[in-house]
C-alpha cells in the first residue's frame, strides 16, 4: 500500500521523484522519504514523517541533485509512522532501500541479524532486507545478486528498489505481490507502484510479474528470474491520460470524481447494448457460450467492491433467478469452499491490485470454477492479467482515497454481466429490453441527482457535531446504506454503521435517541411499506431521521423525518441513483469538519496487503 517510484536518467532526478511521490500519495501518507547519488557518488538522503508536502519543504531547504535516485511515500505496517521508520532506509553508508508489502519472516530474521551484532535504526521489515542485502554485498556479491540471494530468505510480499554507491548509475526492484512497473525512456528508465507516475515522463510500459527481478540504468533494462534467467516482458504504449489525473477546477478529486458519474457510466455502457439488447461478446468473442452454461454466480471482493458485489447477488437472484453468493476476499481466502457445478467466479477491484482479491483468484483457479471473472479499472492490472475474462468498469482514474465512480461503475458492469447471462442461457428474458432501456437512461439520472449537491450540502450541518450516525435499507438497497455508512466514517471520522432496516429491533435500536441520525434509503418497491414502518419504530424512541427516497415514495414518508427526493427512474437503476447523495453527504460533512477528504487517515486506495 505504499508507493515507489526510482529512475536513472541523464538529467537531475529529484524533481521526477519528487512529482512522482505526489502522484503516488494516495497509496499511502504516513511519511516519505527519498534517496539521490550524487555526482561525486554520495548517498543523500532526506525523509520524514507527513505528507510529501513536509519531505518537499525539507528539500527545498537542503536540496539534493543527481541522476538515480530512489523514493517512496508509506503508509505504516511495521513501526509507527515516525521519521526513523520512513524509506528509504540507509544501510552502511553505501546502500538505501525502499519497500511495499508485508515481510511475515522478519522477527526471526531481525534475531539472525541482531546475533551478528547488527544494529538496526527502525523498527521496519524493510530495514532488515536492507542489511541482508548489504552483507551479500560485503561478501563479494554485485548488488542484482546480492537482492536475488536475499529474495529467498523472505516470506510475504514484496515490491523492492535498491541502490549502492559501489554500483553508481544502477537501480534493482524485485516483485512478489505488490505491483512493480518499468517506464521505458530514451536514456533514462524507471520503477514505480503506478503508471500514473511515470507519465510525465514516458508512457512507454513493462509489467514486471511475480518472481521478476529488473535492473536498470539510464540505458537498458532487463528482468531475470530468481535463477538468473532472462525473462521476455513486452514494451506496452499506456493510453491513459495525465490530464486524467489532475484535480482541474474542483476543490478535491473525491468531488471531481463524485461529479464525473454520469460520463463514467457513460462509458461503461458505450458499445455493450443496443437499443433494446445485450450486444454480444461483452467478455470477449468465445465467453457467450461459457455463459450459456452457468448455474451459479459466487461474488469475492473487499470494501466498496464487496458491496456492489452484495447489490448483484439481490439482483441476479431476483431477474436471473440463478443462485448467487457473495462474501469478502479476506475470508473466501481461508476456508475450503463447496464449489456447485457451473459456477462463475466473479473477482471485483477498483484497482486491481487488491492483495486478499488477487489471491482469491489464484485459489478459485484450481476451485472448479466454470470460469473466473474479472471486473476491475485498470487495464494494466494484475488481477486483469490474471483472470480468465474480463470487463473493464471505464471508470478513469480515481484519485481519492474514497471510491465514488468505481462503485457505481461495478454496479453497472455487474448489471451487464447479468444480463448478457440471461441472454446467454435464453431464460427469463421478458424483462431484458425495458432494464436495457433502463440503463441508457441512467447516464441522465446520475446528471439530475447531481443536482440536489446544495440541497445535501444543507442536510450536512446536522451532521458535523454528531460523533454517531446508524444507515438502514432494506433488500438490495441495504448494501447502499452500507457504502453511505463507509464512505462517511471514512472521509469525516464519524463512526456510521449500517443494517437491515428489520434488524433495527434486534440490538440497534437501544442506540437510537436525539443525538443519533439515522440515515435510510427508500426505494419505491414492495418493501418501501415495512421500511416505513422501522423509521416509526426509530422516531418514537426521539430518533433523528433522514431519509434519501425515489419522489414516488417521498410522499408517503411522514412529516417528521427530513426527505431528499431523487427520481430513481426505476428500482432497477435505484442502487446506482440513491447512492449519488450518500457520496454528496459524506464528502459535504468532512467538509465542515475539516477533515482531509482525498487522504483520510490510516487509509490508502490500493490495498496491496493483506
Not at 536513472?8 to 532526478?13: E, G, L, M, P
Not at 541502490?163 to 512493480?180: D, K, W
Not at 492483495?355 to 483468484?361: G, H, I
Not at 447516464?443 to 454517531?468: I, K, Y
Amino acid at each position: 500500500m505504499c508507493g515507489i517510484v526510482a529512475g536513472c536518467a541523464q538529467r537531475d532526478i529529484t524533481e521526477i521523484l519528487l512529482a512522482g511521490l505526489y502522484a503516488l500519495e494516495y497509496r499511502g501518507y504516513d511519511s516519505a522519504g527519498m534517496a539521490v547519488l550524487s555526482a561525486d557518488n554520495k548517498l543523500q538522503q532526506r525523509r520524514t514523517a507527513g505528507k510529501v508536502a513536509a519531505l518537499e519543504q525539507i528539500i527545498r531547504q537542503q536540496p539534493l541533485s543527481g541522476f538515480t535516485g530512489i523514493a517512496h511515500t508509506r503508509w505504516a505496517t511495521h513501526g509507527k509512522p515516525l521519521t526513523h521508520n520512513a524509506h528509504p532506509h540507509y544501510i552502511d553508508e553505501h546502500l538505501a532501500i525502499v519497500h511495499n508489502g508485508i515481510i511475515e519472516n522478519y522477527h526471526s530474521l531481525k534475531r539472525l541479524l541482531e546475533a551478528e551484532g547488527c544494529q538496526l535504526q527502525s523498527e521496519t521489515d524493510t530495514e532488515v532486507i536492507g542489511l541482508c542485502i548489504a552483507a551479500r554485498m560485503d561478501a563479494g556479491d554485485d548488488l542484482l545478486q546480492a537482492v536475488r540471494a536475499v529474495l529467498p530468505q523472505l516470506q510475504g510480499s514484496y515490491a523492492l528498489a535498491v541502490l549502492s554507491t559501489r554500483e553508481p548509475g544502477v537501480i534493482v526492484g524485485a516483485r512478489q505481490g505488490p505491483p512493480l512497473l518499468i517506464g521505458v525512456g530514451f536514456g533514462e528508465h524507471y520503477l514505480s507502484s503506478d503508471v500514473h507516475t511515470l507519465l510525465p515522463v514516458t508512457n512507454r510500459i513493462v509489467h514486471l510479474n511475480d518472481g521478476d527481478l529488473v535492473r536498470i540504468d539510464r540505458d537498458n533494462w532487463q528482468v531475470t528470474n530468481l535463477d538468473g534467467e532472462l525473462q521476455n516482458r513486452d514494451i506496452y504504449t499506456s493510453e491513459l491520460s495525465l490530464a486524467n489525473t489532475e484535480r482541474g477546477s474542483y476543490r478535491h478529486f473525491m468531488q471531481k470524481e463524485i461529479f464525473e458519474q454520469p460520463d463514467a457510466l457513460a462509458r461503461t455502457l458505450d458499445g455493450r447494448i443496443s437499443a433494446d439488447a445485450m450486444l454480444p461478446g461483452l467478455l470477449g468473442l468465445d465467453a457467450d457460450a461459457l455463459l450459456a452454461k452457468v448455474e451459479n454466480v459466487h461474488i469475492v471482493a473487499c470494501g466498496t467492491s464487496y458491496h456492489a458485489g452484495l447489490v448483484a447477488r439481490y439482483q441476479i437472484e431476483q431477474l436471473a433467478r440463478i443462485n448467487c453468493t457473495a462474501e469478502v476476499a479476506s475470508e473466501y481466502r481461508y476456508r475450503h469452499p463447496v464449489v456447485p457445478a457451473n459456477t462463475l467466479f466473479v473477482a471485483i477491484s477498483q484497482s486491481g491490485e487488491t492483495a486478499d482479491t488477487l489471491a482469491a483468484l489464484a485459489q478459485a483457479g484450481s476451485s472448479g470454477y466454470l470460469a473466473r471473472v474479472a471486473i476491475c479499472n485498470v487495464p494494466e492490472s494484475s488481477l486483469v492479467r490474471a483472470a480468465d475474462l474480463v470487463m473493464m468498469t471505464r471508470a478513469g482514474p480515481e484519485i481519492g482515497v474514497a471510491s465514488t465512480k468505481a462503485f457505481t461503475t461495478q454496479l453497472v458492469a455487474l448489471q451487464l454481466l447479468q444480463l448478457a447471462i440471461m441472454t446467454a442461457r435464453g431464460e427469463h428474458t421478458e424483462q431484458l429490453p425495458q432494464l436495457v432501456k433502463d440503463l441508457h437512461r441512467l447516464p441522465d439520472m446520475v446528471q439530475s441527482a447531481l443536482q440536489l449537491d446544495a440541497q445535501v450540502a444543507n442536510m450536512a450541518e446536522d451532521f458535523a457535531e454528531r460523533h454517531h450516525s446508524l444507515f438502514l435499507g432494506r433488500g438490495s438497497h441495504y448494501p447502499v446504506a452500507m457504502e453511505g455508512a463507509l464512505k462517511l466514517k471514512e472521509i469525516s471520522y464519524i463512526h456510521a454503521e449500517a443494517y437491515p432496516a428489520g434488524e433495527l429491533k434486534h440490538g440497534p435500536l437501544a442506540l437510537v435517541d436525539a443525538d443519533m441520525p439515522v440515515v435510510a434509503v427508500a426505494p419505491n418497491n414492495h418493501l418501501l411499506g415495512k421500511l416505513i414502518s422501522n423509521l416509526e419504530e426509530v422516531h418514537v424512541r426521539g430518533g433523528q431521521l433522514f431519509v434519501i427516497a425515489d419522489h414516488h415514495a417521498s410522499s408517503t414518508i411522514a412529516s417528521h423525518a427530513r426527505v431528499l427526493a431523487v427520481d430513481t427512474g426505476s428500482d432497477w437503476l435505484a442502487p446506482v441513483v440513491l447512492t449519488i447523495p450518500l457520496q454528496l453527504l459524506a464528502y459535504h460533512v468532512a467538509i465542515l469538519k475539516g477533515t482531509d477528504v482525498d487522504q483520510p487517515r490510516n487509509l490508502a486506495k490500493s490495498v496491496t496487503v493483506e
